[in-house]
Nanobody, 123 residues
Framework: QVQLAESGGGLVQPGESLRLSCVATGNTRRAYTMGWLRQAPGQQREFVAAQTWDGGVSYYGDSVKGRFTVSRDNSKNAVYLEMSNLKSEDTAVYYC????????????????WGEGTQVTDSS
């Protein structure tokens, strides 16, 4: 079993930046793809970003491509999400996620996910 703990959410102004962090504990594996999902009020859960275990391949949802950057530090079992030029539509609960199959995570059905952290862009 794997536990994921997100941190770094908060209230920001449009155009500002924010960095989210996630640390995995428990029976984690180096080969897991790690990334992020989000869900806005009244909206479906959507894929945000992910990176393979070796950092060789990164994936991004169309709505965040060019603005968000995902990275990871395997020595710390951690994944990060740098968010730039935040917009009102970025307001959502962000969930850290992990899966041995990257396509499952990208389809919004990861094997593990955290409790979420709230990101709010004021307008």
């Amino acid at each position: 079993q794997v536990q994921l703990a997100e941190s770094g959410g908060g209230l920001v102004q449009p155009g500002e930046s924010l960095r989210l962090s996630c640390v995995a504990t428990g029976n984690t594996r180096r080969a897991y793809t790690m990334g992020w999902l989000r869900q806005a009020p009244g909206q479906q859960r959507e894929f945000v970003a992910a990176q393979t275990w070796d950092g060789g391949v990164s994936y991004y949802g169309d709505s965040v491509k060019g603005r968000f950057t995902v990275s990871r530090d395997n020595s710390k079992n951690a994944v990060y999400l740098e968010m730039s030029n935040l917009k009102s539509e970025d307001t959502a609960v962000y969930y850290c996620a992990e899966d041995t199959v990257s396509t499952d995570l990208r389809n919004g059905r990861p094997e593990y996910w955290g409790e979420g952290t709230q990101v709010t862009d004021s307008s």
